[in-house]
Every structure is written in structure tokens, then in C-alpha cells.
């Protein structure tokens, strides 16, 4: 049991014990969200704020149900349509919230860095609920639980991420703790939506789905922005889908029991065939929403413990010198 | 007035030189070289310290008129004269721009009352900087406008550039260009490379920068226009630096110090305080332009002084301005590629003073006989932790902040007459 941070901005600080402490603490936590009675009490008597200045519904949600079942007092902010349109700077509405004294802070914010800049400038545990195209720690983290549950093991596996990778926090925060886990990972998809030098983090590049699938284990896809297929980055709906969305003839490159993710939402016909989302032995897109509520409540109590310890060690240290 | 520097470790960039000798100024000028004191002179001993011509820095933002809250012509002059900048050539991105001869002479008349240093101001190339019509450059190079520049918008009418340019031809002024695709650096704030993939922030290949240049030296070729490139900052972008001169074009090109001295790796957790326009080059790049500068490629180093107050900095990396404050860093900063880098004072000089007022047709920047005697006394070995809060300029936006940095200034003049000198030197 292994667990040092303050924040979880990202999985580039974790190290290989932590991610395994909060999948384990994750387990139990699918436990008890199975059961009838699904109250814990780690955050008994916490406010956790919920800070989203891009709209999401389903993110949201699951932090809201993750922190209710464990006891904090949960509030949603829409930032999306708040004070920061009246010119208010990201740093005066992390100070105003900080007055109000919460305890965890879930942020999701449209620039790259925007969280890390406002942790540190809150007394609160920071959550990423991702920012621009940075990290989505969470979303990783539910994915590698997802897999382990599914795969039995969450290492030397052959991952194929597959799609718009430039674009996407999910795809780096997957890259990087797939990558600390030890697994060989495959980013597929076409050259406009790939980052620049992606080679160099020690994964395999490829533009042709069917070399990119071949054996792999786990088979990822992600989502397309609309606004991106309408010549900008790729020519069209209809050539992506033919090139790069998953159809049964490509996922036959796979392993016969090579699992189908998706981070959700999902446009049906553009990266993925509608027959595969819904194929009850390849899909585990509906396990992967019902690991995100486990996790969140996972990394929730780690945090609220180490918030706990930290606050109690100034307690002391203040009697101490009082 | 006169006085006789003695002891002095004297830097010509001239002649290469770097040997200890005497210095005598007489009426604002200086007059002799390596003679005996005059008597009634006032002997000024060096301490075996550096004596330099003051820098000439070709490119300071200073926000009058528009944004004094940033920067006005006062502080900027006390940071310059704590910095060893005695000539600041000003850039026309001002609010409004210096595009017509009223505002050039309000900026001149103003300058002239608050700083001690020597300021001249370049003008807008295109009226508003907006790209769209030539500004009056006859007019404004008769009002003493030294360069002709719309600063870091790059003119994206190519027919308009070249008209602008066959202009200036005309009239012999040099139009200064930032060479940059505008299409491919659009909305970028960092280097593409695999630190800007890890971090996912929008950016752009080192390629348009050569492509920017590639297409200013075609309309070069064409027109004959004097050109300047105000930042040349990749590996990619020197051949064709180095084609063009061969070619026999009247082009040269400069660097800010920062590009010379950081790379994108210093970004780190999205440090705005480094962030810049060209974003910071990989670590690669950066050596090249060092032996680019060392060869004498690149022929000017300037701070490209912006300053941007805290609310400009203090948003996420993307939203945040660009630029930092670089007049008083500019020369502990160089100093960096003379310890580390194996640069020579005098080849380092070149480039901070000589190339610069040569460049735009000034006459200081030289130790000669004749020459205004402009000049800086330094200690390049004298440590320090660099405080910002200890800058003289409004804004406080240096990427060097809590640095360990070599070379101090202890004195300047400007026409023989000192305007700073730092604490317990005599």
C-alpha cells in the first residue's frame, strides 16, 4: 500500500506501486458498488467541488456518484457558463473557491496545464478530469482496471490505441501508464492526427489498421471530433470509417479474444462499427463506465487519506509550537 | 570633461581584441587608445575589470504609448543603464503603433526627457501593423525611424511585402522581417517535438521558420531590399541564412539571448515565464545557433525585451502572452556563452554592439577613436542568484528568476557621462 501524492494531475508522476495501490483499492470498490448498500465513509464529512469549465456529462457524474457513495458533500460547478465569460481569470475562481474551504477539487479544463496551474493555488486535492490535450488520469487509470479485470494481468500485453492520438489526453495518459506497466503499445491511426516525434516515447507508430491490430490483446479506440473529419485533418466520414474505424474484418487482426474499449462517446460509424460496440464478448465499453465510478472513488480516499495525514501533521506541528 | 580609464580589460569587438589597456574620452567621445593620462583628466581605474562598448539592443518592447503599466520609457532606461544597454532601438508594436511621424516624435521627445540611455525607435512597416497598407516610410525615416518592422505579425500579402520592400529599396531603409509560415505557426505556442506531444500543447515545426525566411529572400532577390531577420532560431533555417549571403543579398540576421541560452525542456510544467515568439527550440537547435553566432552566421543578439505583467502570465500556458524582460539579463545572460559555450568577449561584442549600430547606421557600439563614447565596465566572473523582483523594469517577467548567473555590471556611460554604477565600486 503505497500512495504519495497530493494530487493526481496526471499519471506521468505515479509510479508502478501507486497505479497498482489505487487498482486495488478500485477492486474492493466494484465490491461494494455491487452490493445493495453502496456507502463507504472515506469522505465523511469532505466537500468535493466539482470544477468543469468544458461541459461533460458523463465525467461528471461518475465523480458524482463516486464521491456521494463515499460520504463528501458534492457540488457541481458548470464553469463552462460561469464568471470566467465575465473575465475573470482562472486564478481569482480557484481563490474564491478555496475560500469555501473544500477538500477535493475535480477539475477538467479546455488548456493544457490549466489544472497543474490551478493546484497550485489551492489547499484542496486536485483531481484532472482532463485538460486541453494533456492527461485524463482517470480515464486511464479505469482503462488499466478494465483490462487487468478482463486480461488477468496488466502487463505484456499488446495495446493498439487507435485513432485521433494528437488529440486526445486519453491517448497520452493511456501511452504513459501502459507504458510504466510494461506493456507493448501500438498507436494506429493517420499521420495528421498523430503528435509530432510519438516514436520516441518508445511505442510502435503505424497508419495501416490491420499491421497495427495484429495479435494484439487489447484493442482501444477513441473518439473522432466532428469538427476534425470535415477536411481539416482527415477528407472525410466515410474514407475514415473505411480506413480506420473498427469493423469485424479488422478486429479479425486482433487475437481471437481481444477485448474492444472505447472512452465513450462514441460515433457510431465513424471509428466503430455499431455491431462491435454492442458484441457482448469483444465490447467492454458498459464495464469500462462501471470501472470509472470504482476508480474515482478509488483515487478520491487515497488522496482524502494523504489530505488527512498532511492536515493532522500541521495540527501537530502547530501545538507543537504553540 | 575628460576621462581616463586605466587598467581596464578593454573588449573591441573592431579589432577582436581583448587586452588590458587604457581608454581616454574627451567631449563625449572617445579619443585615444593605450595613451598616458592628460592632465586635468579624471582617471577612472577599471580593476582589471571588462570595458566594453555599450550594448546596442535591437529590438525592445517598451510599452509607451499604450501599456505603461507594463513598461514605460523611464524604467526601461533604468533597467538598460543597470543592464549595460546604452542605445535601446525600440519596436514599433506600441498602442498605437509608431506608424506616423507625430507618434515617432512623441516616443522620441518623451524618451529623450526620461532616460538616460540612448533610445531610438524603429516604425511600423505596414500602417496599425496591420498588414494591409505601407506606412509613410519616407516620412518616418526623415523623423529618424532607424528600421522598418510590424515586430512578430508576420505581412502575409506577399504583393504587399514586396511592394513595401522595393520601396524601402528606394530610399535605403531596412525593413526588419520575422520569418515564419503564418499558416503552419498559427496558434502555436511550443516546438514540435516530443516534449510538446507529451505536454499537448499546439505546435509547430522549426520548418516554418526556413519557410518563412526561404520566401522574405525570395522577395530579397527580387527587390534588393536591406533586410533583417529579427529572430533566426533553428538548425534548419542556417543553410539558406548562409545561401543568401553568399548570393551577395544585403541580409542579416539576429537572435534573442534567450533562444541562445534555453531550450523547450525549460517549459517544463508549463512555466509561462517561458514562453516565446519563436517558442523555444529543442537543445540541438540551440547549440547550432550558438556556433552560428560564434562563426559570425547570425550576426546580432538582442533580449527582445517584452514585458508582461502578472496577469498576463498567470493563465494556462496556451492563453498566457508571450515574451519576457531581457535589458538588464542581456548581459549576465551572454556571459553564459562565454563561460560555458567557449564564446570570446570580443566575438560576443560583435554581436551585442558592433553589428547592430552598423546595421542600422549608428556610429557607437565601436571602441575607436571617434566613436560616442558609449561604454559598459563589467565583471564577467562576479556570481549572483538572480531576484526579479530586484529588476528594474515594471514587469517582473524573467525566465531567469531564481538563476545562477555570472557577469555584473558595474558601471555605464553614455557620451562620457556615467549613468549607473553599481555599490561599493569606486
Known amino acids: 500500500m503505497t500512495f504519495t501524492q497530493n494530487h493526481l494531475l496526471g499519471i506521468e508522476p505515479l509510479h508502478p506501486t501507486e497505479i497498482t495501490t489505487i487498482l486495488d483499492l478500485a477492486d474492493d470498490y466494484v465490491a461494494l458498488n455491487r452490493s445493495v448498500e453502496k456507502h463507504g465513509l472515506a469522505l465523511d464529512g469532505m466537500t468535493q467541488i466539482n470544477m468543469f469549465f468544458e461541459n461533460s456529462t458523463r465525467t461528471q457524474a461518475s465523480f458524482e456518484l463516486a464521491g456521494k457513495r463515499l460520504g463528501a458533500d458534492v457540488m457541481n460547478m458548470a464553469m463552462a457558463h460561469s464568471s470566467l465569460k465575465k473575465g475573470e481569470t482562472l486564478i481569482d475562481t480557484a481563490l474564491t473557491l478555496n475560500a469555501m474551504h473544500p477538500d477535493l477539487l475535480v477539475v477538467r479544463h479546455g488548456s493544457s496545464g490549466a489544472v497543474n496551474l490551478l493546484a497550485e493555488k489551492v489547499n484542496a486535492a486536485v483531481l484532472n478530469a482532463g485538460d486541453g490535450k494533456h492527461e485524463h488520469p482517470t480515464q486511464a487509470l479505469l482503462d488499466a482496471l478494465t483490462i487487468r479485470r478482463k486480461r488477468g494481468r496488466l502487463h505484456r500485453l499488446t495495446i493498439a490505441i487507435c485513432g485521433d492520438i494528437a488529440h486526445s489526453r486519453v491517448a497520452r495518459s493511456n501511452l504513459i501508464l501502459l507504458g510504466k506497466m510494461e506493456n507493448r503499445i501500438r498507436l494506429v491511426g493517420p499521420p495528421t492526427l498523430m503528435p509530432a516525434q510519438v516514436g520516441e516515447f518508445g511505442v510502435e507508430v503505424h497508419d495501416d489498421m490491420r499491421a497495427g491490430l495484429e495479435d494484439a490483446d487489447v484493442v482501444m479506440m477513441l473518439r473522432l471530433q466532428r469538427e476534425r473529419m470535415d477536411g481539416g485533418f482527415v477528407p472525410s466520414e466515410r474514407e475514415y470509417f473505411q480506413r480506420y474505424g473498427l469493423d469485424a474484418e479488422k478486429l479479425a487482426y486482433a487475437k481471437e479474444d481481444a477485448i474492444v474499449m472505447h472512452p465513450g462517446p462514441m460515433n457510431r460509424g465513424v471509428e466503430i462499427d455499431g455491431a462491435i460496440a454492442d458484441d457482448i464478448n469483444r465490447s467492454v465499453i458498459q464495464e469500462q463506465v462501471e470501472m470509472g465510478v470504482a476508480v474515482r472513488m478509488a483515487c478520491m480516499d487515497l488522496l482524502a487519506r494523504n489530505l488527512r495525514k498532511s492536515r493532522e501533521r500541521a495540527r501537530l506541528r502547530g501545538a507543537a509550537n504553540g | ?426
Open chain 2, 1 to 426: 570633461m575628460s576621462i581616463w580609464f586605466h587598467n581596464a580589460r578593454l573588449i573591441d569587438p573592431e579589432t577582436g581584441t581583448d587586452s588590458i589597456g587604457t581608454l581616454l574620452v574627451q567631449g563625449g567621445q572617445i579619443t585615444e587608445r593605450d595613451g598616458p593620462c592628460p592632465d586635468g583628466a579624471e582617471a577612472v581605474d577599471c580593476g582589471g575589470k571588462c570595458l566594453a562598448p555599450g550594448i546596442v539592443d535591437l529590438g525592445v518592447q517598451v510599452g509607451e504609448p499604450g501599456a505603461q503599466h507594463k513598461e514605460s520609457l523611464r524604467t526601461a532606461g533604468l533597467a538598460a543603464a543597470r543592464g549595460g544597454v546604452t542605445t535601446i532601438i525600440m519596436r514599433p508594436d506600441t498602442d498605437p503603433a509608431i506608424d506616423t511621424p507625430e507618434v515617432l516624435e512623441y516616443v522620441t521627445r518623451r524618451a529623450t526627457a526620461r532616460t538616460p540611455v540612448n533610445i531610438r525607435a524603429m516604425a511600423a512597416l505596414t500602417r496599425g501593423r496591420a498588414g494591409r497598407e505601407m506606412s509613410e516610410i519616407g516620412l518616418l525615416l526623415d523623423a529618424g525611424a532607424v528600421a522598418f518592422t510590424d515586430g512578430d505579425r508576420v505581412v502575409g500579402n506577399t504583393r504587399l511585402l514586396a511592394r513595401c520592400m522595393a520601396y524601402a529599396k528606394g530610399l535605403g531603409a531596412l525593413i526588419i522581417g520575422h520569418p515564419q509560415d503564418p499558416g503552419l505557426s498559427a496558434g502555436a505556442c511550443a516546438t514540435s517535438g516530443k516534449f510538446a506531444s507529451l505536454r499537448g500543447l499546439p505546435a509547430v515545426s522549426p520548418m516554418a521558420e526556413r519557410m518563412g525566411f526561404d520566401r522574405d529572400m525570395g522577395l530579397v532577390e527580387m527587390t534588393g531590399a536591406r533586410y533583417h531577420a529579427d529572430q533566426i532560431t533553428c538548425a534548419r533555417s542556417l543553410p539558406a541564412l548562409e545561401r543568401a549571403k553568399a548570393n551577395g543579398l544585403d541580409v542579416t540576421a539576429g537572435i534573442s539571448i534567450h533562444h541562445l541560452t534555453l531550450n523547450d525542456l525549460d517549459l517544463g510544467d508549463y512555466r509561462t515565464f517561458f514562453k516565446f515568439t519563436p517558442p523555444l527550440r529543442s537543445e540541438d537547435d540551440r547549440r547550432a545557433m550558438v556556433q552560428a553566432v560564434g562563426d559570425g552566421l547570425i550576426d546580432v543578439i538582442c533580449s527582445m525585451h517584452t514585458p508582461q505583467d502578472e496577469e498576463s502570465k498567470r493563465l494556462p500556458f496556451e492563453e498566457a502572452a508571450a515574451g519576457a524582460v531581457g535589458l538588464q539579463t542581456l548581459l549576465p545572460a551572454a556571459m553564459r556563452l562565454y563561460h560555458s559555450e567557449g564564446l570570446a568577449l570580443p566575438a560576443i561584442w560583435r554581436a551585442l554592439s558592433l553589428n547592430p549600430a552598423q546595421r542600422l547606421g549608428l556610429d557607437c557600439g565601436r571602441l575607436a577613436s571617434g566613436a560616442p563614447a558609449d561604454l559598459v565596465l563589467f565583471d564577467p566572473d562576479a556570481p549572483f542568484v538572480l531576484d526579479r523582483f530586484a529588476l528594474q523594469s515594471k514587469s517582473r517577467n524573467t525566465p531567469f528568476d531564481g538563476a545562477r548567473m555570472e557577469g555584473r555590471v558595474l558601471a555605464s556611460w553614455v557620451g562620457g557621462a556615467r549613468i549607473y554604477h553599481h555599490e561599493g565600486q569606486g
